[in-house]
């Protein structure tokens, strides 16, 4: 009998595939003759692909990355390039699916569940509010407009800690109900500007001191906000309140945070509890690739133009899609800092592998996410596709008054204001930086720039940025709220108009009540300061 | 705490808190002083108009923005016994009940109302009763709000809550 040669064996293999049917074929060769053969001609033994083209695609566009995705199915990094060269994937996905994706898409995507993705198969319909406030209340689940007593893991204030103290005082309690969740950072008239917050400050120093309250930040360190998120004073799936209305931000990271008032906060010092209503969640899908030019801060301009300052009014508002997957903990904290100005209760962007990320690069201490559950009931669902966006400007005096750069460009301003806890982070300075490198600022603007901490002003002179705004002929301030609220540093005359980063643009924010505040992007900012008008930023970024 | 019966100032939609209570005097922390600059960022004379017993009645999103407490301290020491509006801002509502401020949530009265007459405010019935004896009803708040109002504040309720 006549042995076949290596290729005839294989395509006797790939037609019979077991040792036993090839034998057969051959006309009765015993199966162990047959294995013989092909351990001599070097063939492996047939095997069904144990993965599947749907499954090993699915975990290519969701990790983009060999390792990422061979540990999901439990094999090596070359082990899943194998299988994917098996099936011709060979090019990078575009973009990267996640877990709040595939909630968000749930259906439409078709993604399956034996991919070997962990996905939540609670039945409880559940938003991130109602089951992040079920776990601190202690209860299995909890329904919209129940009203729950529960223990916050931050309680965050900044200057206004001065009338908490007093408020707390008044109570009578001698002890503060836990310290270390306590978080209190200067920044609101950082050095003070009066007599009066002086004496607020020292009042402050003198009371974290004798309460042993270790989390206190002198006016050095920058905006309370930013600096909670960079010293992870708040973590994922954790709940945190402040005497700030912009409290919200911290839904960047995948928490509930919200603003309370200073005799709130007295209580909560007191007694370690408030009370919170569980809020209805609406649903935000953003969709798209930003152009260039185009920043978080006017996708989140422009979707509070559209749902009106009362848009989000007492509600948890999550967000979802590929927009914002792919936007930094730095965007999102925008977003969700800004969500405020549409009356959220709570803003927050799922949990996902890049506010991991973000995490692993400050702190290696332990949290525990919360995500909706795949079928969550949402009050409202809103969804917007931001690829053809032009740059917004919110114009006075509310922050939904707003238009699309065409049609403010042209309007003279006095001041450009560059900082604050909804765009002071170091890739604002650097969209700024970018623009105004080897220009020089208008002769008649006055420009400042309030990098929002101490970290971020040593990284923005570590990375040159300082230098550029200073040839530009901006006035650099120390890291703290500055002029966005008025207190001091850069307050406006009658009639003055000034273009800012910041958040509100009420009557009156910045000083004068009969000045004027437009609010847009670093971009706008930096390209109105060469102009002395309001300018269109995409000539500039390239 | 049953009714209440006061003149009416009539205010718009979107009323903000840096507009009640302009961020410049935050650092003011003893309350009868901040009263002397509530609503100045809407008419400067606004603190001196102002008589205890004063009901102010707004639109939607009465007390927007910054979660300053001052905007519902300095209204509460400058006299004003209630506020009816359309709707409220989350943190004010908050505020406001902590202070010890009574507010009132109606959709169709503010529309009716007019600056300048005197309305009776009845908690006990949940009316809004108008000088031309128009009657619109109320909600009324859960009653551990109303626990916290009737005590004059939150201060005064955990104090209490604390002794027993």
Redesign the interface.
């Known amino acids: 009998m006549k042995i076949p040669r290596k290729e005839e064996l294989l395509k006797l293999q790939a037609k019979y595939r077991t040792d036993k049917r090839i034998g057969e074929a051959l006309g009765g060769v015993p199966e162990y003759l047959v294995a013989y053969w092909r351990r001599k001609k070097n063939i492996g033994r047939y095997s069904l692909p144990k993965y599947s083209k749907e499954q090993i695609k699915d975990l290519w566009e969701r990790y983009g990355n060999d390792t990422k995705a061979g540990a999901e199915l439990g094999i090596s990094k070359s082990g899943f390039y194998k299988w994917r060269k098996l099936y011709n994937l060979l090019e990078k996905p575009k973009a990267l699916k996640f877990q709040q994706l595939e909630f968000s898409l749930a259906g439409q995507t078709g993604l399956s569940k034996s991919a070997g993705i962990p996905v939540n198969q609670s039945s409880r319909k559940s938003t991130i509010a109602q089951k992040l406030l079920a776990k601190k209340a202690g209860k299995a689940e909890i329904l919209v407009g129940e009203i729950v007593n529960v223990e916050p893991d931050l309680a965050m204030s900044h200057d206004n800690a001065g009338l908490v103290i007093k408020q707390f005082k008044q109570i009578g309690q001698s002890q503060v109900w836990n310290p270390h969740r306590i978080v209190i950072p200067l920044d609101h008239r950082a050095p003070a500007e009066s007599e009066k917050t002086a004496t607020a400050h020292k009042s402050i120093r003198g009371f974290v001191r004798e309460q042993k309250i270790k989390n206190f930040y002198d006016i050095k360190e920058g905006i309370c906000h930013q600096v909670v998120i960079e010293k992870a004073h708040i973590l994922p799936g954790e709940l945190a309140v402040g005497t700030d209305s912009h409290t919200t931000s911290y839904g960047c990271l995948g928490a509930l945070s919200t603003g309370i008032g200073a005799t709130e906060m007295a209580a909560l010092w007191a007694t370690g509890r408030i009370w919170l209503k569980v809020p209805d969640s609406i649903n935000i899908i953003i969709q798209g690739k930003m152009p260039k030019g185009v920043y978080a801060k006017d996708v989140i301009l422009y979707i509070i133009g559209q749902l009106t300052v009362e848009g989000a009014s007492y509600k948890s508002v999550e967000y979802y899609g590929e927009t914002v997957t792919k936007m930094s903990v730095s965007e999102r904290f925008t977003l969700c800092n800004l969500s405020m100005e549409m009356g959220a209760k709570f803003a927050v962007v799922p949990f996902d592998r890049i506010a991991r990320k973000y995490l692993f690069s400050i702190t290696r201490q332990k949290y525990e996410p919360i995500f909706s559950d795949r079928d969550a009931v949402f009050e409202k669902e809103y969804e917007f596709d931001v690829s053809n966006l032009e740059p917004q400007v919110a114009c006075p005096h509310n922050v939904d008054n707003v238009k699309p750069i065409s049609e403010v460009k042209g309007i003279k301003v006095d001041q450009v204001v560059l900082g604050s806890c909804t765009n002071g982070r170091l890739d604002d300075l650097k969209v700024a930086a970018k623009i105004l490198k080897g220009k020089k600022i208008h002769p008649e603007i006055r420009m400042l720039i309030l990098p929002a901490t101490r970290t971020i002003y040593l990284q923005a002179m570590k990375k040159g940025y300082l230098k550029t705004f200073l040839d530009a002929g901006a006035v650099i301030l120390n890291p703290g709220c500055g002029p966005c609220l008025g207190a001091h540093e850069g307050i406006l005359a009658a009639g003055e108009r000034c273009l800012a980063t910041t958040n509100r643009n009420f009557k009156g924010r910045m000083g004068s009540p009969e000045s004027f505040v437009y609010l847009a992007s670093p971009a706008v900012a930096a390209t109105t300061a060469i102009k002395g008008e309001i300018a269109d930023p995409r000539e500039f970024v390239k | 705490m049953e009714q209440i019966t006061g003149r009416v100032w009539k205010l718009g939609d979107?009323i903000?808190t840096?507009?009640i209570y302009?961020?410049?005097y935050?650092?003011?922390?003893d309350a009868p002083e901040m009263a002397l600059h509530v609503l100045e960022?809407l008419d400067p004379e606004f603190p001196k108009k102002i008589e205890k017993g004063d009901v102010i009645v707004a639109g939607?999103?009465f007390g927007?923005?910054?979660?300053?407490?001052?905007a519902?301290t300095s209204l509460k020491h400058a006299g004003i016994a209630c506020i009816v509006a359309k709707?409220f801002?989350?943190?004010f509502f908050?505020?406001a009940i902590?202070?010890g401020l009574a507010l009132v949530q109606s959709k169709d009265a503010p529309d009716k109302i007019q600056p300048g007459e005197t309305i009776t405010i009845n908690f006990a019935s949940g009316e809004i009763i108008t000088s031309q004896n128009q009657r619109f009803s109320f909600p009324p708040l859960?009653e551990?709000l109303m626990g916290i109002l009737e005590d004059g504040?939150?201060?005064p309720h955990?104090?209490k809550s604390?002794k027993s």
């Not at chain 2, 935050?26 to 922390?29: N, Q, T």
């Open positions: 979107n903000d840096d507009v302009p961020g410049k935050l650092p003011i922390i960022g939607f999103n927007c923005g910054s979660s300053r407490e001052q519902a709707s801002s989350r943190i908050r505020n902590n202070q859960p551990f504040g939150l201060i955990v104090k604390l």
